[in-house]
């Protein structure tokens, strides 16, 4: 590493900088970011109102000890894993993943906003989707519609019920597979005990670090 790296490495180097290498996944590449906002640029949810902080800035306040400010941020919910910052990063860092990393530590440690609807679908997606090993469009969008109540629910339903019926035809939103718990994978107790492995070693993991 140059004089003039080693430098702007130890300028950036913070406590929260510390805190976000060790704790969120791949954390370690934040200090590589070089500002050039390629990734904030090919975002596609960067017009969204929502949006209040840019990969490259949520980087930039990171290294700044911005801890509050980042925990606290919608930016990182915001990721829909396109993977177009990652492929036009000339650095090659894996911001969708380090973006992935800093969102899970937030809601770890009770941080992360509680009014961003990304972070309820993300959880109903999981939960979803753990419980067979497939994901069950017709319960994952009924628990979507109506988190908001009856009303809320039945309007959502009419508003998508073009897309609903070309899930329909499609075999993708059958109700006698909500109704029976159907659409399976063929080996879901191995499903779950690979989940279950996946734990254990981040335990594990965890505990080494500790």
Not at 2 to 7: C, G, R, T, V
Not at 25 to 46: A, D, F, I, N, R
Not at 53 to 60: C, D, G, N, T
Not at 98 to 104: N, P
Request: with cysteine.
């Amino acid at each position: 590493m140059s004089d003039l790296n080693q430098h702007m490495a130890e300028r950036y180097r913070n406590n929260f900088l510390k805190e976000i290498e060790e704790q969120a996944e791949m954390g370690e590449w934040v200090k590589l970011c070089m500002q050039c906002g390629l990734c904030s640029g090919s975002c596609p949810t960067h017009f969204h109102d929502g949006w209040d902080h840019a990969p490259h800035e949520i980087f930039m306040l990171i290294r700044a000890g911005k801890r509050d400010e980042v925990l606290q941020s919608q930016g990182m919910w915001m990721c829909t894993s396109c993977y177009n910052c990652y492929v036009r990063c000339p650095r090659k860092v894996p911001v969708t993943h380090v973006m992935h990393g800093i969102a899970e530590y937030a809601y770890r440690i009770g941080r992360s906003p509680k009014a961003q609807p990304t972070q309820h679908l993300s959880k109903t997606f999981w939960d979803n989707c753990t419980r067979t090993g497939r994901v069950n469009e017709l319960r994952l969008t009924h628990t979507l519609y109506f988190k908001d109540g009856i009303v809320a629910g039945i309007r959502k339903y009419l508003d998508m019920a073009v897309v609903g019926l070309g899930l329909a035809r499609a075999g993708r939103m059958n109700p006698l597979e909500a109704i029976g718990g159907g659409h399976k994978c063929k080996d879901s107790k191995g499903i779950q005990a690979m989940l279950a492995k996946a734990k254990e070693l981040e335990v594990r993991r965890k505990d080494g670090e500790g």
